[in-house]
């Protein structure tokens, strides 16, 4: 089973700047990994969860989502500003190639 993998950057902190697609982002994932600052900034439903962890666990915090999302859930990947210029993308794309296989069917956008 393969689920979603999202990772969402939330602009350089006006919430006004956060993009459209990181919006829809939001509405269709079902777990929340970041930083946990960046997860305050969500506002998010009662049927979604936050997991939080410190600064500097890109790589743990990617293995976990793709864990989650191995399992067949929408899963987002939080980070501020670009995704690909704060290293979320990069520490994904990390995990993914040194993860199990199954890893590489995730449907992953960024």
Same mark, same amino acid.
Request: aromatic letters at 6%; glycine letters at 10%.
């Given at each position: !089973?393969?689920?979603?993998?999202?990772?969402i950057? +939330? *602009?350089?902190?006006?919430?006004?700047?956060?993009? =459209?697609?990181?919006?829809?982002?939001?509405?269709?994932?079902?777990?929340?990994?970041?930083?946990? =600052?960046?997860?305050?900034? +969500?506002?998010?439903?009662?049927?979604?969860?936050?997991?939080?962890?410190?600064?500097?666990?890109? +790589?743990?915090?990617?293995?976990?989502? +793709?864990?989650?999302?191995?399992?067949?859930?929408?899963?987002?990947?939080?980070?501020?500003?670009?995704?690909?210029?704060?290293? !979320?993308?990069?520490?994904?794309?990390?995990?993914?190639e040194? *993860? =199990?296989?199954?890893?590489?069917?995730?449907?992953?956008?960024?």
């Amino acid at each position: !089973m393969s689920g979603r993998l999202t990772v969402i950057g +939330l *602009g350089p902190g006006n919430a006004d700047q956060v993009t =459209p697609e990181a919006i829809r982002a939001v509405t269709e994932a079902s777990f929340f990994y970041g930083y946990k =600052p960046y997860l305050d900034r +969500l506002e998010l439903r009662q049927d979604q969860t936050r997991i939080a962890s410190d600064n500097r666990e890109e +790589l743990a915090r990617s293995n976990e989502a +793709l864990a989650k999302a191995a399992e067949g859930h929408s899963v987002a990947v939080v980070s501020g500003g670009d995704p690909g210029v704060f290293a !979320m993308a990069a520490a994904v794309c990390e995990a993914i190639e040194a *993860g =199990p296989p199954e890893w590489r069917s995730i449907d992953l956008h960024s």
